[in-house]
């Protein structure tokens, strides 16, 4: 059995879903952030898995004992901008046989802090492999000095042991589910919704569902909006039973797991064209339809792409979503994390 270790910024259920398969094969040891999250997520507890906060390590040193105590045989840092946790593991590295892997979840966009950040690591080469979510993701990666050896893909996946296949539905329900972030861009979704109900064929709702520093500023005072504030996993998955299309509107979207969540349980899908998870999960007019972001007139187009197509149509869109999340799930996840341990 072997040992991995995560130095991890803010867990969220998805991170659980990998390491739940992990523990069946591995001893797991997960050190997170546990002060100003950005989410209201309550993470479960797993057998045979321990978490320690990292407010309870004050100092470099302290991460570095916790780190050696355990004597992993494999260490993942995703909160790779905590500098503590980059230096108790690069000192570790110097006196022990380990690998250490960078989850990498960002898109390279050629910022003076990603240049800058590239020296660093290419000049101390703190890490064995790169963990990525995707396409886009890889591509950050060789900027960082991987190469088609050490990077393997799948860093993020719904958890699949929770997010099951549901039957594909007809209902004319808009949904967000997210961060009520400005980056989220949900005031021209709620703006541009609103023009649609204007020009519409049939008759469409909007669902918002999460909770953020944007809240107060949203006005959700429409007979065809709802808002239902932020939902734990199990209550979401409870409330999207009775199906929809899925909108993600984001200005800047790394990633978004939400994305395979909602293709997960057979939805159609509305994203943005700078939504990472797009890359595997949507093809366009296939299972969904891609806009350009920022655009109210592009949102606009995907709101009326959906508005001509028939219940047949839309039925057909989510099945051919639920084919594409079978592209990744908990345990491929799990599977290219443990190839890196020869």
């Not at 998805?14 to 797991?28: A, C, D, F, H």
């Not at 993942?76 to 990498?104: C, E, Q, T």
């Not at 990472?276 to 969904?288: D, M, T, V, W």
């Amino acid at each position: 059995m072997n040992k991995i270790l995560y130095l991890y910024s803010e867990l969220m259920d998805y991170s659980i879903g990998t390491i739940e398969v992990l523990k069946e094969k591995n001893e797991i040891l997960v050190i997170h952030w546990d002060k100003n999250k950005k989410s209201k997520y309550e993470k479960d507890q797993l057998d045979n898995v321990k978490f320690l906060p990292r407010s309870k390590f004050k100092s470099i040193r302290s991460i570095f004992e916790a780190i050696n105590n355990f004597n992993p045989d494999l260490l993942v840092i995703s909160g790779w901008m905590d500098l503590p946790y980059l230096i108790a593991a690069y000192r570790y590295k110097r006196n022990n046989n380990i690998i250490i892997v960078a989850g990498i979840d960002d898109q390279w966009n050629g910022s003076v802090r990603q240049y800058l950040g590239s020296i660093f690591i290419r000049l101390f080469r703190p890490f064995d492999a790169f963990w990525v979510t995707g396409s886009r993701q890889y591509e950050y990666a060789k900027r960082f000095g991987g190469n088609n050896n050490n990077i393997v893909s799948d860093f993020y996946s719904a958890r699949t042991s929770k997010w099951k296949p549901i039957k594909a539905q007809a209902r004319r329900e808009f949904i967000y589910v997210g961060r009520l972030d400005r980056v989220k861009n949900i005031s021209m979704l709620i703006e541009t919704f609103i023009k649609f109900t204007e020009i519409s064929k049939f008759s469409w709702g909007l669902t918002i569902i999460g909770d953020g520093s944007e809240k107060d500023n949203l006005d959700f005072r429409h007979e065809k909006i709802s808002y239902l504030g932020f939902l734990q996993p199990d209550d979401l998955i409870n409330n999207i039973q009775k199906g929809g299309v899925f909108v993600l509107p984001s200005n800047k979207e790394a990633w978004g797991v939400v994305v395979h969540e909602m293709a997960t349980v057979s939805m159609p899908l509305l994203l943005s064209d700078v939504v990472g998870a797009e890359s595997p999960f949507l093809i366009h007019k296939y299972n969904g339809y891609r806009f350009k972001n920022k655009s109210v007139n592009s949102l606009l187009d995907g709101f009326n792409y959906f508005d001509a197509l028939t219940d047949e149509q839309l039925i057909t869109h989510g099945e051919n979503s639920y084919e594409l999340s079978k592209r990744i799930n908990s345990h491929t996840s799990a599977a290219n994390l443990e190839s890196l341990i020869e």
